[in-house]
């Protein structure tokens, strides 16, 4: 009806066990680099992260708003209870994807449709 669906091309960046100041950077750089020509989601692999602290989180929030210039998406993968905790006592678990793994969140990349669904019932 309505022509094909636009093609989802998805990045992967594992990131660091510990994001703090002295791996903000490197994290950040990396995250960065991924938003290639025509990829349209980013996925920041949290799953070895045990730590991220105020200055991870602000990397996030500065990551997720270059998404948002190149019409993209940055999506957290996040095991770690104190992790997803500084994520919300920041709000950033309100303004990006969150999944528990890695699976799930590119199950929810390969179906846009599922995405669009929980943001309007959201």
Do not use: W, Y
């Not at 309505?2 to 510990?18: F, I, N, S, Y």
């Not at 991220?52 to 602000?58: A, E, F, I, K, Y």
Request: charged letters at 15%; aromatic letters at 2%; hydrophobic letters at 45%.
């Amino acid at each position: 009806m309505g022509g094909p669906a636009p093609q989802t091309r998805t990045a992967v960046v594992p990131l660091p066990a510990e994001i703090d100041v002295t791996t903000v950077r490197q994290a950040g750089k990396e995250l960065i680099a991924a938003f290639g020509p025509g990829i349209t989601t980013v996925i920041a692999d949290m799953t070895a992260t045990a730590f991220c602290d105020c200055s991870g989180v602000r990397m996030l929030d500065l990551v997720r708003q270059l998404a948002i210039v190149n019409q993209a998406e940055l999506v957290l993968v996040v095991r770690s209870d104190a992790v997803l905790r500084t994520l919300s006592l920041c709000g950033l678990d309100l303004l990006l994807p969150v999944h528990p793994s890695l699976a799930t969140a590119l199950t929810a990349q390969a179906t846009p449709q599922t995405q669009d669904r929980e943001r309007a019932a959201g």
